[in-house]
Each structure stands twice: as C-alpha cells, then as structure tokens.
C-alpha cells in the first residue's frame, strides 16, 4: 500500500520564479489537505480539498498562493513569485471520505522549499 | 486564530523512563490526534481520540481526550532509543460538519541521554 507520496522532495527556485508542488494522496482517499512548516514550528494549515473543489481555503495566502486537486492527478499546490519568506517544509495529508477514520489524517514526506 | 499549547518544550530522558507530555486548548476540539516527526520527514500518526475521556492505548503509548475537550496527554513507558523524535498534538473541530484542517501544538522533543 502505497502512502501519500510529495514530488519533489526538495525544490530550490530564485526569487520571482513559480513554484509546483504535486501531492498523491493515498489510495481511496479523497479529502487533501496541505501544510506549511517553518524551522522548529509546528505544521500551520493552509487549504483543504476534495475532488475539483476547495472546501476550506482560511489558511491560505491571499496573495501569490494557490492549490487545486482535479479530477484526474495529483493535488498541486502552487506558489508564484516566491520571495524568501516562502522557505519552508511544505506537507500534504490525505483522509479517506466518511466514517470516523476520515478525521484521521496521513502525511507524505514532504517538499522542502528553499528560495535563493 | 486557534493555538494549542504543548509542554514541555524538550524532555532530555534516560532510556527506560517513562514519559508524559500534554496539550492544552482555550477553545474546544472534537477529535484530538497525536503524532511523531522524524527529521526530514513528514508526521506520522500514533493515536487518535474521539470522545471526551477515551484512553487509547497504541503498544507503549497511552493518550487520554480531556473531559473539557480542552486538552489531551500522551504517556509513553519504557523508552527506548527510537522513541526519539518531535511529537506533536493536533486537534481538529469540523465545524462545517465534516473533516477540517488541523490545528497542530509546536511539538515536545523527546531526547534520550546515553
């Protein structure tokens, strides 16, 4: 059984440039959720999303930050023009639909975002 | 916006010791969820509580849900040197009726002293 699988692991990007950042959740889940993690914080919510739609979006970025999650394909969580504020562990978490267990949310690895 | 707070910060232990960490909340959650972080990867989940009250049990590791609702522990026994790691509480409110992101404490490093 594969888990929630990140690509890349790690993405360096200069200042101004856009930065994509792919999440598969786990198979039969349908609920993604992603994350932003600064050093020796703890993960802070940014959005959740189900197939083709944007359920909770209160922690996102209103500027420069946006994520999606199509029918067909992973989640992308995209960040344009990225300044160095925007260096962080980025996370995606999956969570099967329905049922107690849908409260239970699995990480991937991660994307460890560093802008030069 | 939401903060949970967890203590301590850091716990330096001798291996074998037991553990105990715990958060607290000034608002309330309906489900609370513990996890472990290694380095350079993501959170991985131990326990998760659904009722004001439960003890959960997951081997070495016991967690209770607070009677408010406002807080949660984690107890660890017997430790031993792969207990090492950041672990965070994480509560979560589906106030829309459903699952919802979570609200994640800053996290208690947990180091075992030779």
């Known amino acids: 059984n594969a888990g929630v699988m990140q690509n890349p692991r790690h993405l360096v990007r200069r200042r101004g440039q856009e930065a994509r950042l792919r999440c598969s959740p786990m198979?039969?889940?349908?609920?993604v959720y992603w994350y932003r993690q600064l050093p020796e914080e703890g993960l802070k919510f940014m959005v959740y999303?189900?197939?083709?739609?944007?359920?909770?979006e209160s922690g996102m970025p209103k500027e420069r930050f946006s994520a999606e999650f199509p029918k067909e394909g992973p989640s992308i969580l995209r960040i344009q023009q990225v300044v160095r504020g925007d260096s962080a562990a980025y996370f995606c978490?999956?969570?099967?639909?329905?049922?107690?267990?849908?409260?239970?949310?699995?990480f991937g690895p991660g994307t460890r975002l560093t802008v030069t | 916006g939401q903060q949970l707070n967890q203590s301590p910060q850091s716990m330096f232990i001798q291996e074998g010791e037991d553990v105990s960490m715990n958060c607290t909340s000034s608002?309330?959650?309906?489900?609370w969820l513990w996890y472990k972080q290694d380095p350079g990867e993501g959170p991985v989940l131990l326990i998760a509580l659904y009722k004001a009250g439960e003890l959960t049990s997951n081997g070495r590791l016991t967690a209770q849900f607070g009677i408010t609702r406002k807080d949660s522990f984690l107890n660890i026994s017997a430790s031993i040197p792969s207990d090492v790691g950041i672990y965070f509480c994480a509560g979560q409110k589906f106030a829309g009726g459903g699952a919802d992101g979570l609200t994640f404490g800053k996290g208690t490093h947990l180091i075992i002293q030779p």
């Open positions: 608002s309330i959650f309906n489900t």
């Open positions: 978490a999956s969570s099967p639909r329905g049922g107690k267990s849908s409260y239970e949310q699995y």
């Open positions: 999303l189900q197939k083709e739609n944007i359920i909770d």
């Open positions: 198979k039969g889940h349908s609920h």
